[in-house]
């Protein structure tokens, strides 16, 4: 439940260690917390794995079989605690803070002030500078957006994926391949994946139509929109869309509708009709002007691994937001 995160931020003083625990990346911490993370989440997640190399490495550590006993009880009681409540739909009491009951509260979080909220042509600028003169290309750039897409749509369902209905709805361009990376990273983590295209696949860029060329080498084939999802990623249209959407991504937007949507970069359509109405948004880089006004629901920033150098480059004054985490909400 995000509300231990929440209480284990602010009693540690350390928003980082409670990201990192939701995460399970406890590198930079000492050798025996992070063995001490390890056992507790592995006992939360794949408790049927356990085994007595387990208990040694935390002898090895510098636990004794005391100090095992205490987190083995600890984490053992906050999970049956925790499967009580959700399975009782047990609710929160009024003294909680409402910033506690959300999704993330225990999430990496950055003030919207400290970023730079940028235009079309000063990303443009961006992206061409990190690849022409930083040689990042945008198949690395598109990995690492899918990749957090991916991650964040596992935490929109509560941290696991496996068995969840998701369908990714991509369009011919960048944006569509970082969806379908999304799609080869939650299809890998257990979950039953459905991808829809907005256009025919000889319409899709290069780096897009590779993606797709690995999704269907896994034996997951395009086809049409589901009846039923639990999540739909909306991969369509990028920073660069332009007026109404047409053809098959307004179809793909009117068929969104009513169901929970994680749109990538921005929702598709923003300020314009049809759009999407997204849930939450992951924004890459840094938050797009367009953004602004609440329109694209929770607003979270990912890391496409750009140094800084570059956006000095470009004149963006820039002050990297992802000390603690490469997927951060912005409020």
Request: proline share 6%; glycine share 10%; with cysteine.
């Amino acid at each position: 439940m995000v509300q231990h995160g929440a209480a284990l931020a602010r009693e540690s003083g350390d928003a980082a260690l409670a990201e990192a625990v939701a995460s399970g990346r406890f590198a930079g911490y000492d050798p025996r917390l992070r063995a001490l993370l390890d056992y507790a989440c592995k006992l939360t997640r794949h408790p049927e794995a356990m085994v007595e190399a387990d208990l040694e490495r935390l002898r090895e550590a510098g636990l004794d079989d005391r100090a095992i006993v205490d987190a083995n009880q600890v984490v053992a009681y906050y999970n049956y605690v925790n499967r009580v409540a959700d399975g009782l739909g047990v609710e929160l009491e009024d003294e909680w803070p409402e910033e506690l009951r959300g999704e993330a509260g225990y999430s990496a979080t950055v003030p919207a002030a400290e970023l730079p909220w940028l235009d079309i042509e000063q990303m443009r600028e961006l992206d061409r500078i990190a690849v022409d003169e930083f040689g990042l290309t945008l198949e690395r750039m598109m990995e690492n957006a899918g990749r957090n897409l991916a991650e964040l749509a596992r935490r929109l369902l509560g941290g696991r994926v496996a068995g969840r209905s998701i369908t990714v709805l991509a369009g011919p361009g960048g944006n569509g391949g970082g969806g379908l990376v999304a799609a080869r990273h939650l299809a890998n983590a257990g979950a039953e994946v459905t991808v829809v295209l907005s256009h025919p696949r000889d319409r899709l860029r290069p780096v897009t139509a590779a993606q797709l060329h690995i999704l269907e080498a896994m034996k997951i084939a395009p086809g049409g929109p589901p009846d039923d999802v639990e999540l739909v990623l909306d991969a369509l249209l990028g920073y660069s869309q332009e007026g109404s959407p047409r053809g098959g991504a307004a179809r793909l937007i009117e068929w969104s509708r009513g169901r929970r949507v994680l749109s990538l970069d921005l929702p598709s359509g923003l300020l314009h009709e049809p759009r999407v109405e997204a849930e939450a948004t992951l924004t890459l880089a840094a938050p797009k002007r367009a953004l602004r006004g609440g329109a694209a629901g929770t607003l979270y920033v990912a890391d496409l691994s750009i140094p800084p150098a570059a956006y000095a480059r470009a004149g963006i004054p820039w002050r990297s937001p992802f000390e603690t985490a490469p997927l951060v909400r912005i409020v």
